[in-house]
């Protein structure tokens, strides 16, 4: 590998998550569905090169870029700029892609299958495919800026200049387009566009061949999916994520969802003086609504912070409590290591009972809930990056901007305040 620093250490795990396919191993898992095969094609990542637009597409028609879809489809495009899939090479991922596409195309191109999966998108683009070890070369195809662009369109929709998407909208919700307007030859419609199996390359670590954390891939969205009431024919992931047909994909980062998603209720008991505890604060958090466990990466951090406060509402001293719902596992000393899991799988319940003796001047207990996006990156992975050697001074600014900004994405989804008598 011969890479110095962190970089090469999370290249190692997502290597082993997803390795470039070999052709070999390909024909050894016989594709049975058509499904299947719809998305074995359409999921090569990098996405094959388009090649030459139809000589009958005008300029915007031929374009890549996610604008020129914009000028004809606006509303998809006002969604998108907003979205996560847009920032996927924002400043975390990019400020160490920069240096690995100067140190190692090879595990630029493994992020980027992910964070910028159009090969117009890559610099170099590996040469052989004769299985003898990988060789790079410039990319002639390479668009320098729709490489920043993250996730766009054409990731989803494009294929050698064709359009794919879903099954036209019924009604009134169809969109409708002007008279005469251009239509890159009509749209190749397929009702897999609306399956959770559409999401399921970026979003799940095969966990036949990916690294474990005791017993489970770090990437496990699809299986917890496809094990609860949602995967039994409930709700696709678009159903939550792109109800109405939306282009924002909000999750973890959004409060409205993630407070669409659960249910809190604090309960306050008063215990006898004699008992050891006298008081007792019951929190239960209910996964009611969230397709998966909550939450499902190992990024966030949900906490549940208890605490007392005197008549005048301040907090009293000694008092403050704290249970964290998630999956802390970190890679320490060489390898990963799984600290805690309490996350909540869906329909279930986490319950914690905070006690206390009271301080006198106790007149009040308090109980919020934070959710912290994440936490991971902020308080792990980018401080123990940044100690790294060799790092470029573009990447390491670049990781420095994705620290500060990843300590300014918590928020408060639930505040109680409840009086002792
Ligand atoms: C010059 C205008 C124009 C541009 C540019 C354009 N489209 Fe379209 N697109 C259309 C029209 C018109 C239709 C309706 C075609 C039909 O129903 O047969 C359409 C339909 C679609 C559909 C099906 C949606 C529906 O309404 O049912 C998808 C998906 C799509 N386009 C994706 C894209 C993407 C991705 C890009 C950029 C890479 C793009 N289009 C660029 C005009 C355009
Ligand atoms: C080409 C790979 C790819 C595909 C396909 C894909 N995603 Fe993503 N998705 C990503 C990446 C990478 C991110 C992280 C972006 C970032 O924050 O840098 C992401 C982020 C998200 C988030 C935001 C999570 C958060 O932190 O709040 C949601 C929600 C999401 N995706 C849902 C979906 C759904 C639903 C689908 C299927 C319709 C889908 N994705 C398809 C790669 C993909
Ligand atoms: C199999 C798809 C996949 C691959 C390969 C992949 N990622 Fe990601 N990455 C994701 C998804 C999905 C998320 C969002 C979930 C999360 O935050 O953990 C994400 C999130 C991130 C984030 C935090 C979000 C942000 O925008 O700040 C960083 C940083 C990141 N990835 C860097 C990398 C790097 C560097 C590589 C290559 C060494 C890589 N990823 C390879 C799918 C992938
Ligand atoms: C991560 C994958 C992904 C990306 C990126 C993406 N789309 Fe889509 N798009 C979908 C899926 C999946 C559907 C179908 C959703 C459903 O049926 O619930 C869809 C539906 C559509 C439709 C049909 C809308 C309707 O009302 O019938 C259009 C048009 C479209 N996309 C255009 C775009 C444009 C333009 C962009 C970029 C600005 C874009 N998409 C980016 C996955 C994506
Ligand atoms: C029943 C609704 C529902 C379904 C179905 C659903 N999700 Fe979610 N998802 C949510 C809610 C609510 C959140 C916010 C809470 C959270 O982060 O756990 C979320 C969060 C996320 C996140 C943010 C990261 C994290 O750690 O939580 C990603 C990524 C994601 N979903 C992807 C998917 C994918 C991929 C599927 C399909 C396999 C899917 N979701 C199915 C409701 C749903």
New binding site residues.
């Given amino acids: 590998m011969g890479l110095v620093g962190f970089?090469g250490i999370?290249?190692l795990v997502?290597m082993r998550?997803?390795s470039t396919p070999n052709p070999k191993a390909q024909s050894r898992l016989v594709a049975t569905t058509e499904m299947e095969n719809f998305f074995a094609a359409h999921w090569q990542r990098p996405i094959p090169l388009q090649g030459v637009a139809p000589p009958s597409y005008g300029g915007k028609e031929a374009s890549l870029r996610p604008e020129a879809c914009g000028s004809c489809h606006p509303t998809q495009y006002a969604d998108w700029k907003e979205s996560?899939h847009r920032?996927?090479m924002?400043?975390?991922?990019w400020g160490?892609?920069i240096d690995?596409t100067q140190n190692s195309p090879e595990?630029a191109i493994?992020?980027m299958?992910?964070?910028a999966p159009l090969s117009e998108q890559m610099p170099a683009l590996e040469k052989t495919t004769d299985g003898k070890g990988n060789s790079y070369a410039k990319n002639p195809n390479f668009d320098p800026r729709l490489q920043l662009e993250g996730i766009t369109c054409a990731a989803c929709h494009v294929r050698r200049h064709q359009r794919f998407g879903p099954p036209k909208a019924q009604g009134a919700s169809a969109t409708r387009y002007p008279p005469g307007t251009p239509s890159h030859e009509g749209v190749q419609r397929t009702p897999y566009f609306e399956k959770a199996e559409f999401c399921k390359?970026?979003?799940q670590?095969d966990p036949e061949n990916s690294l474990l954390v005791n017993g489970k891939p770090l990437?496990d969205t699809y299986r917890e999916w496809k094990n609860s009431i949602w995967g039994k024919g409930e709700a696709a992931c678009q159903d939550c994520h792109m109800s109405g047909r939306r282009h924002l994909w909000k999750g973890i980062h959004d409060r409205d969802m993630v407070k669409g998603g659960v249910r809190i209720e604090a309960h306050l008991k008063k215990l006898t003086a004699i008992s050891e505890s006298p008081l007792e604060l019951s929190v239960a958090v209910t996964n009611a609504a969230v397709g998966h466990k909550f939450p499902t990466?190992?990024?966030p951090k949900i906490f549940v912070l208890a605490d007392l406060l005197d008549e005048s509402g301040k907090s009293l001293p000694g008092t403050s409590q704290e249970q964290i719902i998630g999956w802390d596992t970190r890679f320490v000393n060489g390898q990963w290591k799984e600290y805690f899991d309490t996350r909540i799988a869906p329909g279930e319940i986490s319950r914690k009972i905070f006690k206390w003796t009271p301080p006198a001047r106790a007149t009040q207990a308090r109980v919020r809930v934070e959710v912290q996006p994440?936490h991971?990156?902020h308080v792990h992975?980018y401080p123990a990056y940044l100690k790294g050697e060799n790092l470029s001074n573009d990447g390491k600014r670049l990781v420095e901007k994705?620290l500060k900004e990843?300590g300014g994405t918590s928020f408060v989804i639930f505040e109680e305040v409840i009086p002792l008598s």
């Fill in positions: 970089g999370v290249f997502y998550y997803f996560l920032r996927a924002g400043p975390g991922p160490q892609i690995l595990e493994q992020c299958t992910c964070h390359d970026c979003h670590f990437q990466y190992i990024t994440d991971f990156y992975f994705a990843s």
